[in-house]
């Protein structure tokens, strides 16, 4: 069992930049790839960014792609999301999740033990 808790949250400019924390208890994800989504009000989960086991591999969302980054620091066994150029649009709520089952990296079915998730709220 993995226990995740996401942090960083907050209201932010657009244009500005926020770091979310993924951090894990229970168990190391040093084996797992890790993912973030996000859920505007009235819109369904989405897939954001995703990062695999060993961190050489990362994945983005187009709506992202250039703008947020999906590093690990397994020693903390944390996983974040740099975001920078916010837009308005990525106002939502943010949440990660351990990728546990295979094949891609973005459907969010392919996910598990999701944390309860940290609002972001971009301004224009």
């Known amino acids: 069992q993995v226990q995740l808790v996401e942090s960083g949250g907050g209201l932010v400019q657009a244009g500005g930049s926020l770091r979310l924390s993924c951090a894990a208890s229970?168990?190391?994800?040093?084996?797992?790839?890790m993912g973030w989504f996000r859920q505007a009000p009235g819109k369904e989960r989405e897939y954001v960014a995703a990062?695999?086991?060993?961190?050489?591999?990362?994945y983005y969302a187009d709506s992202v792609k250039g703008r947020f980054t999906i590093p690990r620091d397994d020693a903390k066994n944390t996983v974040y999301l740099q975001m920078s150029s916010l837009k308005p649009e990525d106002t939502a709520v943010y949440y990660c999740?351990?990728?546990?089952?295979?094949?891609?990296?973005?459907?969010?079915?392919?996910?598990?033990?999701w944390g309860q998730g940290t609002q972001v709220t971009v301004s224009s």
């Open positions: 999740a351990v990728k546990l089952a295979s094949g891609a990296y973005y459907p969010s079915h392919n996910y598990g033990y």
């Open positions: 229970g168990r190391p994800i040093n084996n797992y790839a």
């Open positions: 990062i695999n086991w060993s961190g050489s591999n990362t």
